[in-house]
């Protein structure tokens, strides 16, 4: 039942399965890709993000710094990934949108990015929950629900090329490799 209703959300996604020869990335595919949406916010330190940007590849995800589970897997293969890829790393823009509003302050958020080295590596969007609904619709996203402790959220991870268009994506919860994901992002930044 669990793998009819995952298969079910990519189809609704947009998402190919993962397979034939002339794949490009090991995340399933969007097919056929489609434009990220234009998203722009404050990270936690203040400063102006905005995602895609023309010409720069770009990966985005949705965490919130208290998670307990996925988010810090999810955050500790971004920075694996990162680290592998050495200095091609800048070539690529690293976007987290919070998914708890109300939690992921400055002071939380900025603890979250150092434990997992990520600290002006990744820029982190926040807001008030009225802020970041329009992005988490725009990226059909489910947010952490007002006052929930538990980890109930989507954590997807979105490839988008130099066009601006999604090109991959891995779903949210599933635990991702870090040579896949790093060997997606080289093909990423190579465009």
């Not at 996604?13 to 595919?29: C, N, T």
């Not at 007002?146 to 601006?164: C, F, N, P, T």
Request: charged share 20%; glycine share 10%.
């Amino acid at each position: 039942m669990a793998a009819a209703v995952a298969a079910l959300s990519l189809v609704l996604l947009g998402v190919a399965s993962r397979g034939g020869d002339d794949s490009r990335f090991i995340a399933p595919e969007i097919t056929p890709s489609r434009p990220a949406p234009a998203t722009t916010g404050t990270g936690f330190d203040g400063r102006p993000v905005s995602v895609p940007t023309s010409g720069r590849p770009a990966l985005v995800t949705f965490l919130f710094a208290n998670c307990p589970d996925v988010c810090p897997t999810i955050a500790a293969t971004i920075a694996s990934s990162l680290d592998a890829l050495g200095p091609a790393a800048d070539d690529l823009d690293v976007v987290a949108i919070s998914v708890d509003p109300e939690g992921d302050t400055a002071p939380s958020v900025g603890e979250f990015l150092d434990r997992f080295r990520l600290r002006g590596r990744m820029s982190y969007i926040t807001g008030t929950r009225a802020e970041l609904a329009p992005l988490w619709r725009d990226w059909l996203i489910t947010a952490q629900p007002e006052g929930e402790d538990a980890s109930i959220h989507s954590a997807r991870v979105v490839l988008v090329g130099r066009d601006g268009r999604q090109v991959a994506s891995y779903a949210a919860g599933i635990v991702v490799p870090v040579g896949d994901l790093t060997a997606d992002l080289r093909t990423l930044i190579a465009g």
